[in-house]
C-alpha cells in the first residue's frame, strides 16, 4: 500500500515566525488532505490538495504530485496552531471512495 | 461539507464492559469510515461500512471486537467489546463527499479511556 512520511515528527517555534511541514508519499494519489488535530481530538480539514497550491490565511499547501510530495506552510505562527498536523492520501480510481492513508503527523508546539 | 455528529465526545469505562459510538451524517453518503488513534499515534482504518451490507474490517481487527451497523446511508454506529485498557483511544468516523472531489469529513472523535 501507500506510504506516507510526513517531516519533521517534532517542531517547536517561537510565536511569529514561519514553518514549513512537508509530506512524501510512495506511490500516485489523487486524494491528498491535511488535517490539524485539536487537543481535543477533532480533525479540522485544512486543505483538499492533491496538486497545486492554495492559500487560506496563514496556511498554505503545495502539492507536486508528478514528486509525490506536499508541503504545508503556516508564517506568522500562533499559540493556536500548535498541535498535530497530519497528511493523509488516497488513491480512488473512476470516482470511487476509500479510505485515506495518514502519515504519523507532525507535532507543532508554538512559544509565547 | 458535511457536518457529522459523533457521540459521545469522551467516556471512562470498566474494562470487560462495551460502549457503542454513534455517528450522524447530515446527508446520505454511501461509505463510512471508522479509525482508531491510539495515544500519540497516527490514525489506523478499523473498518469501512456500507448500507445494507456487512462491514469490511482490516487486518487486525474482527466483528467480534468492533461490531459495526450501518442501519442507513445516515447513521453508523461502532461497538468496542469486551474492553481493555489497551483499547483506550480516540475513536473517529469518517465519510467522504461524493463525485469527484473525494474530501474527506471527520466527526468530533470519542475519547475513550478504559480503567
Known amino acids: 500500500g501507500i506510504q506516507v512520511e510526513q517531516s519533521p515528527p517534532d517542531l517547536i517555534l517561537q510565536e511569529g515566525a514561519n514553518s514549513t511541514l512537508r509530506c512524501n508519499f510512495s506511490d500516485s494519489v489523487n486524494n491528498l488532505q491535511w488535517f490539524h488535530q485539536n487537543p481535543w481530538g477533532q480533525l479540522i480539514n485544512l486543505f483538499y490538495?492533491?496538486?497545486g497550491t492554495k492559500q487560506n490565511g496563514r496556511l498554505s499547501a503545495t502539492t507536486v504530485a508528478t514528486e509525490r510530495y506536499s508541503l504545508l506552510y503556516i508564517s506568522s505562527s500562533q499559540t493556536t496552531d500548535s498541535g498535530v498536523y497530519f497528511c493523509a492520501v488516497g488513491n480512488f480510481y473512476g470516482g470511487s471512495q476509500g479510505n485515506l492513508i495518514f502519515g504519523k503527523g507532525t507535532k507543532l508546539s508554538v512559544k509565547p | 461539507s458535511a457536518v457529522i455528529s459523533q457521540k459521545p465526545s469522551r467516556d471512562i469505562c470498566q474494562r470487560g464492559t462495551s460502549l457503542t459510538i454513534q455517528c450522524q451524517v447530515d446527508?446520505?453518503?454511501?461509505?463510512m469510515f471508522w479509525y482508531r488513534q491510539q495515544p500519540g499515534q497516527s490514525l489506523t482504518l478499523i473498518a469501512t461500512a456500507n448500507q445494507g451490507s456487512e462491514a469490511t474490517y482490516e487486518s487486525g481487527f474482527v466483528i467480534d471486537k468492533f461490531p459495526i451497523s450501518r442501519p442507513n446511508l445516515t447513521f453508523s454506529t461502532l461497538t468496542v467489546s469486551n474492553m481493555s485498557p489497551e483499547d483506550s483511544s480516540i475513536y473517529l468516523c469518517s465519510v467522504q463527499r461524493t463525485g469527484f472531489n473525494t474530501e474527506a469529513f471527520f466527526g468530533q472523535g470519542t475519547r475513550l479511556t478504559v480503567v
Open positions: 490538495i492533491p496538486s
Open positions: 446527508s446520505q453518503v454511501t461509505m
